[in-house]
């Protein structure tokens, strides 16, 4: 890249990387800082619209060459409630769909990505955090870590959960943290799940399989944090017996095959995801439990939504960057406040002890089997279609 940055974007991320890469697309000459961290041992299960947009932005090419497909989710009421709700299977045939999406693993997402940005000829990547970001007369002035400093009109804020753009630039944020996390880990059963999800809600939060191939399943274990670090430190053969328990057996034999991390869980909404010149995208704009597996989706809308606002905006024009940052709030305002209110109604009534939220819950599973328009306006909310 020749010249100073148009846009620095912050954070090498699965948000960081795509957007850094729809910022050069755009056609900016783009900063991406992009410290590295410890690999994210995590799996995305990608709705089918998030799919598609990965493949027309040359962020992945095959998806079966990087993951598995998603063709049912099966629920299990696991508590021993007074009013259960039926085991409820949901078929992507059901909604016309061949399958709902993708479980990616996040590293072979990121290896992908970062490909896709290598290509890049007016991107840089430097490896190196940013340490502070205040106003300056034309743009952001912003010090690296290594004491280095580059001004830009425009920053995208992907820093994740803590983002330091957010914090400095003065984006007002409600945070709400949870007694519950998630124990996330990958398995080899007895019996493979085929290409079903199959999530036991439990009292405490749910116990997900999801299908990775053959007979692999990643786990995502939501429970109360001191249930999780009790059940970690038994060791791998006490978490295999807690598996086995949790599973009901259903999958056969179970053996682990990393070890078992721990993500505490919270809720981040922002009251704009953009002003000034500075975009937020990613868990720097919205954080939620992985329920119904929005976060990562969500954040692909944002970068989708970054690279309109871009291709809408003309940039010789005095101010290109503020109205860049105005029409990105804009276009995220109500698919924000939507999933982030779908999420958190979903979390509080997985987790109720209220008799009024289990028979709603009931009453709703009961419900989306056995109407099949409503479910497909669940499936609709579900993958971001409002
Ligand atoms: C257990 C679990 C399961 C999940 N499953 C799903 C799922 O199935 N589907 C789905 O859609 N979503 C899922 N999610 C959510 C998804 O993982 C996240 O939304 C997504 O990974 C967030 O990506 P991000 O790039 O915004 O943030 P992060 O991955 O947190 O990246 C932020 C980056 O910013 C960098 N950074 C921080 N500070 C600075 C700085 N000062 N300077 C430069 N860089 C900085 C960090 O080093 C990091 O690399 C899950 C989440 C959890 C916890």
Redesign the pocket.
């Known amino acids: 890249m020749s010249g100073a940055p148009e846009a620095v974007v ?7 990387v795509a957007a850094a890469v729809a910022v050069a697309r755009a056609g900016l000459r783009t900063l991406h ?3 590295k ?1 410890p690999p ?1 041992r ?5 709705m089918g619209p998030s799919v598609d947009y990965l493949r027309a932005s040359g962020l992945i090419d095959d998806p079966a060459a990087l993951g598995h497909p998603l063709t049912q989710i099966r629920i299990i009421d696991a508590t021993d409630r007074l009013l259960r709700a039926p085991e409820t299977l949901f078929d992507s045939k059901d909604a016309g769909l061949e399958a709902f999406g993708w479980n990616f693993p ?1 590293i072979k997402l990121l290896e992908a990505f970062e490909a896709a940005r290598a290509s890049l000829p007016n991107l840089e990547t430097r490896e190196l ?2 340490s502070s970001i205040e106003r300056g007369a034309t743009g952001w002035v912003l010090t690296l870590a290594d004491g280095s400093v580059v001004e830009a009109p425009l920053v995208v804020g ?4 803590k983002s ?1 753009v957010r914090v400095a630039t003065d984006f007002r944020a409600r945070e709400h943290g949870f007694t519950q996390a ?1 124990l ?1 880990c990958d398995l080899e059963l007895g019996r493979p799940l085929g290409g079903a999800s199959v999530e036991f809600h439990y009292p405490e939060g749910p116990f997900t399989l999801v299908p990775a191939g053959g007979s692999r399943a990643n786990l ?1 274990w939501i429970d109360d944090r001191e249930v999780l670090k009790a059940a970690q430190a038994t060791g791998q053969d006490g978490l295999r017996t807690t598996f086995l328990e949790k599973s009901q057996r259903l999958f056969g034999d179970i053996q682990l095959l990393t070890p078992a991390h721990m ?1 505490l869980l919270s809720t981040l909404t922002v009251e704009r995801a953009g002003m000034d010149g500075i975009v937020l995208a ?3 704009a919205h954080a939620f439990p ?1 329920i119904g ?5 969500l ?1 692909l809308r944002d970068v989708a939504d970054l690279a309109a606002a871009l291709a809408a905006t003309d940039r010789t024009a005095p101010g290109w960057a503020n109205a860049v940052s105005t029409d990105y709030a804009g276009r995220r305002a109500d698919d924000l406040e939507r999933t982030g209110g779908m999420v958190d109604a979903l979390f509080r009534s997985l987790l109720s002890d209220f008799l009024p939220a289990q028979a709603l819950r009931a009453g709703g599973l009961w419900a989306l089997r056995l109407l099949p328009p409503l479910r497909k306006r669940a499936f609709g909310l579900g993958m971001g279609r409002g």
Do not use: I, M
Not at 42 to 46: C, D, E, H
Not at 158 to 161: I, P
């Open positions: 912050v954070g090498g991320g699965l948000a960081g800082l992009a410290p961290g994210d995590r799996t995305s299960a990608l996040n955090a940013l992907s820093d994740g959960k330091l998630a996330v995502v993500f990613g868990e720097a992985p597996a929005q976060g990562l989706n954040g």
